[in-house]
């Protein structure tokens, strides 16, 4: 089986969504030859498809949490082979790590699983596109519902005097150029503030150390420079898909760091902050979920003996207050 016959039952659903949101917004007036109804068909195509990814999102956080739970250790086994860079020290030292990673039910690869769900349907919909002129032309056979007439409806569509399939590498036409370039840089710009948000302000200061915070910041200027890259190549369509998504990532984010923010970090004292400001508890029944999950998982942790040290019962600054850092007398006794 090829790689074509792999990806072509991703090809036939992209066609279908797009077709269908296509259809949707003709019906309430939008013209059916425009770019702008086709672009949008395309934003459609990213709703589904991150709507559908959101269990993979809240699996990410979980996994976000646990890497940042075991940096301590972590940083610990680093510093034991900090010295000794003989390969049997390095295999000891990488033994070690996957063992961390094991007992902590850890895997330093979950962030990258929204991506890696979503490139099936990122290719299909680059396939979809590089086709519509071989389908309008009558020279490739049908995708789903993207038909002859279909297709050259599509491919004659344009948004700004560039075509929904024409790509920078390729293009004699200076709009093509233009709105390419700005695309790539609104993609980079996404992709770099999601990334920066997620380490400056949802990450507790010990996680901003050690070999894993160090990838993190190597990806956090690598990504913009690969979209930077290869985003020459790709179509005007798949451009607008790629930034649509990264935008919906960033917003994702954004409310899942105000809201949800990882315990220690600077956006949860910016969180409690703001309540207090406004002379809300500090303590609300999300803020309580989130500790509760982070505490059972830290318990778990120390009965597999991975992390060592007294654990710290989280205390609301409310009841604190309240009990003026004592221990509140039981009713009855007045002494």
């Not at 007036?29 to 068909?41: A, D, I, N, V």
């Not at 009558?138 to 409806?153: K, R, S, Y």
């Not at 409690?272 to 509760?292: C, S």
Request: net charge positive.
């Amino acid at each position: 089986m090829s790689f074509s016959d792999l990806l072509y039952p991703f090809e036939w659903l992209v066609a279908w969504i797009m077709y269908l949101w296509h259809e949707a917004l003709t019906m309430i007036g939008l013209p059916e030859t425009s770019g702008w109804t086709w672009t949008l068909s395309i934003v459609g195509l990213v709703l589904i498809m991150r709507a559908a990814l959101i269990p993979l999102f809240v699996k990410q956080i979980h996994a976000s949490r646990k890497m940042q739970l075991i940096q301590p250790e972590m940083q610990k086994i680093q510093a034991k082979y900090k010295d000794k860079k003989d390969p049997e020290s390095r295999q000891k030292m990488t033994e070690e790590t996957m063992a961390m990673y094991k007992d902590t039910g850890t895997n330093p690869f979950s962030s990258c699983l929204p991506i890696l769900a979503q490139s099936p349907f990122f290719f299909g919909l680059f396939r979809v596109l590089n086709s519509l002129d071989e389908i309008g032309a009558g020279t490739a056979d049908a995708i789903g519902p993207i038909t002859q007439h279909v297709a050259a409806q599509a491919e004659s569509s344009a948004i700004f005097g560039a075509q929904l399939s024409a790509q920078f590498s390729s293009a004699e036409n200076l709009s093509v150029r233009i709105v390419t370039v700005v695309l790539i840089i609104l993609m980079s710009a996404t992709t770099f503030t999601t990334q920066y948000q997620l380490m400056r302000k949802n990450m507790p200061a010990s996680a901003l150390e050690g070999q894993f915070a160090q990838q993190q910041k190597m990806m956090l200027y690598l990504f913009p420079i690969i979209f930077a890259v290869s985003g020459v190549f790709f179509p005007v369509g798949v451009l607008i898909y790629w930034f649509t998504t990264n935008l919906w990532t960033m917003l994702q984010q954004f409310y899942v760091i105000r809201r949800m923010p990882a315990p220690g970090s600077a956006a949860e004292k910016a969180m409690q902050d703001r309540r207090r400001k406004k002379g809300k508890p500090i303590d609300t029944y999300e803020e309580t979920r989130e500790r509760a999950h982070d505490l059972e998982m830290e318990e778990e942790l120390r009965t597999k003996g991975v992390l060592s040290g007294q654990r710290q019962q989280p205390k609301s600054k409310k009841r604190a207050k309240k009990s003026g850092g004592q221990t509140p007398k039981k009713p009855g006794n007045s002494t």
